[in-house]
């Protein structure tokens, strides 16, 4: 029989994402590939050992939400003074995830419209560290895809091309009759 080699016992996060044990900052291991899945807190890797499996890797997904485009101005939907408390203040809606739905854009688009301008960045918005950094993986040919909830196009804008618009983007719209696409400006 073959012996099991034990494991090394690696910090595992609190409530804070990066955490200082000794002299060294430690960041979620991501790319840990002793990461414990059934453990509900990510296990912690050593800032270097992070920035060498970056460099090591070849196949990298990223997957990104709102945290990478609020540094740029966009609010998120959840957070307090965010979209959705926005929407609760304008529209007199049952919930405020209505405004997003089929239903009611079918039945009545004028709100979702009006709020759109909202939410379509302005030109002065420019792309965050973080959207550049995924740029960089793309252009190093490290990234095989991003796949992001964000619906602002920051991504097209730092000239991204490897990306997933889950819940698509403002960038162009289409016409639920003809299908005609335009630009969302």
Same mark, same amino acid.
């Given at each position: 029989?073959?012996?099991?080699?034990?494991?090394?016992?690696?910090?595992?996060? /609190?409530?804070?994402?990066?955490?200082?044990?000794?002299?060294?900052?430690?960041?979620?291991?991501?790319?840990?590939?002793?990461?414990?899945?059934?453990?509900?807190?990510?296990?912690?890797?050593?800032?270097?050992?992070?920035?060498?499996?970056?460099?090591?890797?070849?196949?990298?997904?990223?997957?990104?939400?709102?945290?990478?485009?609020?540094?740029?101005?966009?609010? *998120?939907?959840?957070?307090?003074?965010?979209?959705?408390?926005?929407?609760?203040?304008?529209?007199?809606?049952? *919930?405020?995830?209505?405004?997003?739905?089929? *239903?009611?854009?079918?039945?009545?688009?004028?709100?979702?419209?009006?709020?759109?301008?909202?939410?379509?960045?302005?030109?002065?918005?420019?792309?965050?560290?973080?959207?550049?950094?995924?740029?960089?993986?793309?252009?190093?040919?490290?990234?095989?895809?991003?796949?992001?909830?964000?619906?602002?196009?920051?991504? /097209?804008?730092? /000239?991204?091309?490897?990306?997933?618009?889950?819940?698509?983007?403002?960038?162009?719209?289409?016409?639920?009759?003809?299908?005609?696409?335009?630009?969302?400006?």
């Amino acid at each position: 029989k073959q012996k099991k080699q034990k494991k090394q016992k690696t910090p595992v996060a /609190g409530s804070d994402a990066s955490e200082k044990v000794g002299s060294s900052t430690l960041v979620p291991a991501f790319l840990s590939p002793s990461h414990d899945t059934a453990s509900c807190f990510p296990r912690l890797l050593h800032e270097e050992d992070a920035i060498l499996r970056l460099k090591q890797s070849r196949k990298i997904v990223v997957i990104t939400g709102a945290g990478v485009s609020v540094s740029c101005g966009i609010p *998120d939907f959840r957070s307090e003074g965010g979209l959705y408390d926005r929407i609760e203040e304008r529209f007199a809606l049952p *919930d405020p995830q209505c405004l997003f739905s089929l *239903d009611y854009l079918i039945d009545d688009p004028e709100p979702f419209f009006e709020f759109a301008k909202e939410l379509y960045p302005s030109r002065t918005v420019t792309p965050s560290r973080a959207h550049r950094f995924v740029k960089l993986l793309e252009t190093k040919r490290k990234l095989l895809r991003n796949f992001t909830q964000n619906i602002d196009g920051l991504e /097209g804008a730092c /000239g991204l091309a490897r990306v997933s618009y889950c819940h698509g983007s403002l960038s162009t719209l289409h016409c639920m009759r003809c299908k005609r696409k335009v630009s969302g400006e």
